[in-house]
Structures are given as C-alpha cells and as structure tokens.
C-alpha cells in the first residue's frame, strides 16, 4: 500500500451555494468548514489546502438556538488600552450579519497561513443575491 499525497496545483475546485435561511449556525458552520478543508474528498490531505469554494446567502436569517441572540457576546480589540469593544449576536446581526458565521467558520478551520487560505474560499452574503453565477456553483446539502 502506498499513501498518495495530494498536492495543490492538482487540486479541483468546486463551488458550493448554500442558502441559510432558517438553518442553525453551528451546524451550517461545521458543514461549511468541512467542504472548505476539503474532507469530503477522498483524496484529502491535512496539510494542503483540497477544500472547494462555499457561498452562503441569505446570512442575516441564520438561526441562534437558545437564548444565543442576547446573551452570546463578540468581543475584538481594538489597540488601545482597556479598549475591548462587545457586541450581543442581535447587534452584530444588525450592522454586520456576515460576520457572525465567518466568526463560527473560522474557529473550525486550522489556525496559520493554511487557515486563512481556506477562509478565503468562504464568500457570505446578508441577501439572496451574489455576484458568482459566472461559477455555477451546486447547491450544498446539509
């Protein structure tokens, strides 16, 4: 038996669509992560980036189970001293609704270089619409 390694300039990217309205974030999160490192194909290698490209719509009507909308909190820093800005998921949802599942995304991605390469891949959008028809993206199932 021999373990063939995959290697990136081999690699065939797919794009996915993925609608979330109405869909739990932690479970369209582990979803999106998995396609993006690229686990559901055979040929995966954990050190190369064989993830396919994922677009999300409809980002501001992603469910929060619970009481996540009020309680769960964002914090980010901003440079300063003693300047920790925080910021409840029912807020976040109003000025940037993309952010709250790029947030969920990037915490199950690997963290370095290969991480933010396969975040790239991930384009969200608060509407229906996006600007990758050109792609033909499939429609990804949970």
Do not use: C
Not at 56 to 68: H, S, Y
Not at 83 to 107: F, M, W
Request: net charge positive.
């Amino acid at each position: 038996m021999i373990t063939k390694s995959a290697k990136a300039e081999e690699v065939i990217r797919r794009w996915f669509v993925l609608d979330g309205k109405e869909q739990v974030l932690g479970r369209v999160s582990t979803r999106i992560a998995s396609v993006l490192r690229g686990k559901h194909k055979p040929e995966f290698t954990p050190h190369v980036d064989t993830g396919d490209f994922v677009i999300v719509i409809n980002a501001d009507k992603i469910k929060l189970t619970g009481r996540k909308e009020t309680d769960k909190m964002y914090h980010y820093h901003t440079g300063w001293i003693g300047h920790i800005v925080s910021r409840s998921a029912q807020k976040l949802r109003e000025e940037k609704p993309e952010l709250i599942i790029e947030r969920a995304v990037r915490g199950m991605l690997p963290k370095g270089p290969l991480g933010h390469q396969m975040l790239s891949k991930l384009k969200i959008y608060a509407g229906s619409e996006h600007p990758h028809a050109a792609q033909k993206p499939e429609v990804l199932s949970l």
